[in-house]
């Protein structure tokens, strides 16, 4: 059946940068124009070819820095202020072309995300905020809501896996009908798996 959907990482470094660095072909990729141009053009570009070909495109806020990955949805250099307004100016920047289908609010929550407690850690009523906003600007878009690690009944699980917590604490938000959690399991959750019940190619 093939797929339909692509899933577009993304940081908020990323989004503010004024040119794409070095890692790419420019000579391969001559044909699209990308020499000297922004990330966020590059962007542009992709949603523009997977509509080209029929493909959705579901947004991932992949990691705050390009450098690394960050088990909170904010860093001290990218507070929960810039993620949320990072997210509604894609939002806004795309809310005429039904190709983006969906937002992943932040990818891979864990160590020390909790799903109730603390409100420096607790990513349920953050992905509430982050998910409102981006509705505010697009109510059209499904909200992608990633488990946590440590979940509040003392197990863990792999990296956005964990969604026990959802059954007494859901995420609710103005717009209904939109959210959708994601436990997604990679290859590197296979090991964690018990046995007889690991996923993916053995």
Known sequence: MGFNAVRLPFSNECLAATSINGSLNYWANRAYGIEGK????????????????????????????????????????????????DWKMLAARYKNDPTLIGADLH?????????????????????TRGGNAVLASNPNLLIIIEGIENQGNGTSTWWRGGLADVKNKPVTLATPNRVVYSPACTAACTAMAPPGRQVGPS
Request: proline share 9%.
């Open 107 to 127: 990818n891979e929550p864990a160590g020390a995300a909790t799903w109730s407690g603390a409100a420096a850690t607790d990513w349920q009523p953050a992905a």
């Open 38 to 85: 922004t990330p966020l053009f590059l962007m542009d570009a992709v949603i523009a070819r997977a509509k080209a070909n029929g493909l959705h495109i579901i947004l991932d806020r992949h990691r705050p820095s390009s450098a690394g990955q960050s088990p909170l949805w904010y860093t001290s250099a990218y507070p929960e202020s810039k993620w949320i307004a």
